[in-house]
């Protein structure tokens, strides 16, 4: 289901009682106060997408959202200027307590520049970055006065083209600007790079204060054989 509409809660699928899989909505216009790939009212929220390419969110934007159920398995896709300054993106939602709202959830980011209420409940984080991407680009904005918890998140930054970068240089994958701390517990993280056909850049992610930066410690003139993968660390907060 597509959107460029105005409404209070848009819902790629909807379902009173049951699973709601499967479900996948995209927001290119208008505005949502609430948008949720899949929505149940008694039942898991699981496998749903939601795609935000534009327009304006003001409350929440789910993957996958249960009023009784767990929410796992979903996807939160961000590209082009949306508006989300407001907005909280989760992965899954319950709102019951103790039901598993993590698992498997991602978060997509495809653009820089890009801003947001906060984002929690997402097992994995995924930043593509773009070929012109310089050094001190914040790529993600979290506005509110809250914690952003990244307890036993898989963080991967994506490095695509000829991106002019150098050792030591730095991107700010998630900068926050409210008040609260950014929580990294069992955080893992992994730079995966590509730049022409031979060289390559090496890289850590870790938090710096409140915010979750990518730091250049180099670059590669071979490209490995089996995994393009050139760093993975483990992070604790």
Known sequence: RSSALSASHIDG????????SGNTVTLSGGSATDLHGGHTESGNATGNTVTISGGTVTGTAAGGYTASGNATSNTANLTGSPVLTNAVLYGGFSAAAGNDVTTGNTLNVYRTGLSAGNIANFGNLNFYLPADITSGTNVLTLTRNADTDLTNTRITAYLEGDANLTNGDTINLIHRTGTGSLITTGMSTNVTAYEGVTLTHRGTIAAAGSDLVLTVTGTS???PEQTKSLTETRAGG
Request: hydrophobic share 25%.
């Open 13 to 20: 699928g909807y379902t009173a009682s049951g699973d709601a």
């Open 221 to 223: 003139s071979t490209l």
